[in-house]
């Protein structure tokens, strides 16, 4: 793979495709904005291995928090409250920097 | 076990024999697996030794981590920092292509897990979920009313707390380290063991113990037993 290209604390946004067949990207989080948390390793890409594929080269994998607030209109929880999703590295680009 | 027709019968499977009297889409998932095992896709006996291992799977495994996490503080920092290589030190095999990731509750977060894209769940550790965590409603509100769904599991999380959700829909597993419930010093590992549900480990529930009214997030100053 290819060397990891989001650091934590990164701000990315995440690729609004309404790409068709097998995605791990929720769709909810498609169009957000969250943050790094971590890198968790590299894996063999779903996309590919659904359909027989070989998954490789493997895709650098993220931990991505979101703000509930960014993601839900009206969210009945707390300002405080995140979600945290696992996002591949071809489903994000950077995002503007601005603070939490 | 080896891997003939005749050893798989008279395997002791309670309940899941292979029986002559299976519905008809018991009969077609035979028909499918002995497919698989003629285009060599499965190896004979592959289907059961799978069975095999995720029956020897279950949420005590998990209640065993939390148990030891909480009286052994360099466990615990070996679970949070590589779940896989401290589940092994317990006996627990987690391996394969999966990773696992524990979360801690503290007194500021308290965590909640679910796959909104299907189902995955850490199954190497915890064998297989239950029904309501496969379904829809629980998948579909659990990220955008996460609090209304614990309220509905008999858990209300104190405002001040902050509730971190994690969809696992990719390849990595979480389970939730809960917080060890004020009122269990005196308590061995076993019986510790004992208070971490399969719930616990999901986030929709906390460790409870009986006459001690604490355990969720924010109660963490003992009252006294009634």
């Not at chain 1, 948390?37 to 070989?54: D, H, I, T, V």
């Not at chain 2, 018991?26 to 069975?51: H, Y």
């Amino acid at each position: 793979m290819t060397p990891a290209k989001f650091e934590p604390g990164d701000r990315v946004r995440v690729r609004a495709d309404g790409r068709p067949g097998h995605v791990r990207t929720p769709g909810y989080v498609r169009g957000k904005t969250g943050r790094i948390e971590r890198f968790l390793g590299a894996f063999k890409n779903p996309e590919s291995l659904a359909y027989g594929g070989s998954g490789l080269p493997e895709k650098p994998l993220y931990k991505v928090g979101f703000r509930q607030t960014d993601l839900w209109d009206g969210y009945a929880g707390r300002a405080q409250d995140a979600l945290y999703v696992d996002l591949y590295e071809h489903w994000l680009e950077p995002a503007r920097k601005e603070t939490l | 076990m080896s891997g003939t027709h005749h050893d798989l019968e008279e395997h002791g499977h309670e309940g899941v024999k292979p029986s002559a009297e299976a519905g008809r889409y018991a009969a077609r998932i035979r028909a499918i697996e002995a497919l698989l095992v003629e285009k060599s896709v499965l190896a004979e006996g592959d289907v059961w030794r799978q069975i095999e291992y995720m029956e020897a799977r279950s949420p005590i495994n998990g209640a065993k981590l939390v148990a030891r996490a909480w009286v052994d503080p360099v466990f615990k920092a070996s679970l949070l920092s590589d779940t896989k290589a401290a589940a092994l030190e317990l006996g627990i095999d987690a391996s394969g292509p999966v990773e696992f990731v524990t979360v801690e509750n503290t007194p500021e977060v308290h965590n909640l897990i679910v796959c909104t894209l299907c189902s995955c769940y850490p199954r190497a550790i915890l064998g297989r979920p239950p029904d309501w965590y496969k379904s829809f409603n629980y998948r579909s509100r659990a990220v955008n009313e996460p609090r209304a769904v614990m309220r509905e599991f008999g858990l209300e999380i104190p405002e001040d707390i902050k509730v971190a959700v994690h969809d696992s829909s990719a390849d990595v597993r979480y389970l939730v380290l809960p917080m060890r419930p004020p009122g269990t010093e005196g308590m061995g590992e076993e019986d510790l063991a004992g208070l971490v549900t399969r719930d616990c480990l999901i986030g929709v529930s906390v460790p409870r113990v009986e006459g001690v009214r604490a355990g969720a997030p924010g109660t963490a100053n003992p009252t006294p037993r009634r």
